[in-house]
T-cell receptor, first 114, second 110 residues
Framework: GAVVSQHPSRVICKSGTSVKIECRSLDFQATTMFWYRQFPKQSLMLMATSNEGSKATYEQGVEKDKFLINHASLTLSTLTVTSAHPEDSSFYIC??????????FGPGTRLTVL | DAKTTQPTSMDCAEGRAANLPCNHSTISGNEYVYWYRQIHSQGPQYIIHGLKNNETNEMASLIITEDRKSSTLILPHATLRDTAVYYCIVSLGGANNLFFGTGTRLTVIP
């Protein structure tokens, strides 16, 4: 299947700092990427849909000014958690649409805010 | 997207077939059934998807009932590495996002 990578895989930061997470499609071009987060022992929750060259569409309850998404190319989408706080600690996962019907997921980024 | 119902957990003996059921009684005619699994602390892994016909690939088989109100994912010879949470998702696919429920936690027992 198609390969989606994320970087970094794990990040620890101090409260108030900003963290950028990269999501790359390695062997295909993705016009649409999705960002999810997963709290411990919970399921994945969609945060936003990222379309190349346009603004992201955020799910209800997700602050667009706090979670900045940029999809500047067909192989890269970035999620920046601005002014991170301990409650933002979570597992962040991106996925990319492949063809018409399939989505492939990245390995995830574990964010810990101290 | 239609809602799905799955058992919370299941056990399966190593080497035996694992049959994971999913109910999706409100599925619409153009919605697909997708299966993903998530091994602890990893991103979800695509397994298989189907619309009406049964599907098979190198990982699993997907059996969809004729009325499409339920389906079963079959792992023919479960191994310890198949221990994971399995998600059944109904979606139009394509640019539509996937809504994850609670899934079934499958434990393969030696």
């Amino acid at each position: 299947g198609a390969v989606v990578s994320q970087h970094p895989s794990r990040v620890i930061c101090k409260s108030g700092t900003s963290v950028k997470i990269e999501c790359r499609s390695l062997d295909f071009q993705a016009t649409t990427m999705f960002w999810y987060r997963q709290f411990p022992k919970q399921s994945l929750m969609l945060m936003a849909t990222s379309n190349e060259g346009s603004k992201a569409t955020y799910e209800q309850g997700v602050e667009k000014d706090k979670f900045l998404i940029n999809h500047a190319s067909l192989t890269l989408s970035t999620l920046t958690v601005t002014s991170a706080h301990p409650e933002d600690s979570s597992f962040y996962i991106c996925s990319a649409r492949v063809g018409v019907r399939e989505q492939f997921f990245g390995p995830g980024t574990r964010l810990t805010v101290l | 997207d239609a809602k799905t119902t799955q058992p919370t957990s299941m056990d399966c003996a190593e080497g035996r077939a694992a049959n994971l059921p999913c109910n999706h009684s409100t599925i619409s005619g153009n919605e697909y059934v997708y299966w993903y699994r998530q091994i602890h602390s990893q991103g979800p892994q695509y397994i298989i998807h189907g619309l009406k016909n049964n599907e098979t690939n190198e990982m699993a088989s997907l059996i969809i009932t004729e009325d499409r109100k339920s389906s079963t994912l079959i792992l023919p010879h479960a191994t310890l590495r198949d221990t994971a949470v399995y998600y059944c998702i109904v979606s139009l696919g394509g640019a539509n996002n996937l809504f994850f429920g609670t899934g079934t936690r499958l434990t393969v027992i030696p």
